[in-house]
């Protein structure tokens, strides 16, 4: 009985260390899905790979502008506003593309709920402008 | 019309990943400045920031696919290859 017993701890204390080491990162089907949703056309397996990596990337840069701007305004929270700014700077938020186009058309009903107000029951419609 | 695509987004994975950058930063949980419009959040208990980072990261992801997409017709390829990703990421 001491045979099985020592064989156990060795994948164990593997499969630990594998565990640690994972990072937080976005799914990569899901990258692989959005990013094949948009490009409308095969794309080689290595690159899907670039696009991870470019996403990670991304997150990276994201947060640290984040942080500039919330810093800036003296705050320790991203609020709306800091977000907004940074995709007018991005290019993406125009005046001719405002905020709420692009939220109506890339996100899902449900978030679009909760981005835009929509006229509630008992005729009262959320803000009232 | 056309395939669906899985629409929602990693919200605790969005979350952690800016924790993992910058682990003091927070994300608000409802803003109400801004525009009018803003202060419907405070009826919910969601996170509209992290909505937010998710449609930004859609637009990057988009962004990135045109580039790519332009780079392939350019060098005459059917296929996105990686070379033209790495193009494409440079230029965004």
């Known amino acids: 009985p001491l045979h099985p017993l020592q064989a156990k701890p060795v994948p164990k204390s593997l499969r630990a260390s594998r565990k640690k080491a994972c990072e937080p990162e976005v799914a990569s089907s899901l990258i692989k899905k959005i990013f094949s949703h948009y490009v409308k056309m095969p794309v080689a397996r290595d690159a899907f790979k670039i696009v991870e990596k470019c996403s990670e990337r991304y997150f990276q840069q994201l947060s640290s502008d984040l942080e500039a701007y919330s810093n800036h305004a003296g705050r320790k929270t991203v609020e709306m506003a800091d977000l907004e700014v940074l995709m007018r700077r991005q290019g993406l938020v125009t005046d001719k593309m405002p905020l709420r186009v692009l939220i109506e058309r890339y996100l899902p009903l449900e978030y679009r709920k909760l981005l835009i107000p929509v006229a509630v029951s008992g005729n009262k419609v959320i803000p009232c402008k | ?92």
Not at chain 2, 21 to 27: E, F, I, S
Request: avoid cysteine.
């Open chain 2, 1 to 92: 019309r056309r395939r669906r695509m899985k629409r929602t987004a990693p919200r605790s994975t969005l979350r952690k990943i800016i924790k993992k950058h910058k682990p003091q930063l927070r994300l608000a949980a409802n803003s109400d400045l801004l525009e009018a419009w803003l202060f419907y959040f405070t009826f919910k208990q969601e996170r509209p920031g992290l909505a937010m980072v998710h449609l930004n990261f859609l637009l990057f992801l988009h962004r990135l696919a045109e580039e790519a997409r332009t780079n392939a017709f350019a060098s005459k390829s059917k296929i996105i290859k990686p070379e033209h990703t790495i193009a494409a990421a440079k230029v965004i």
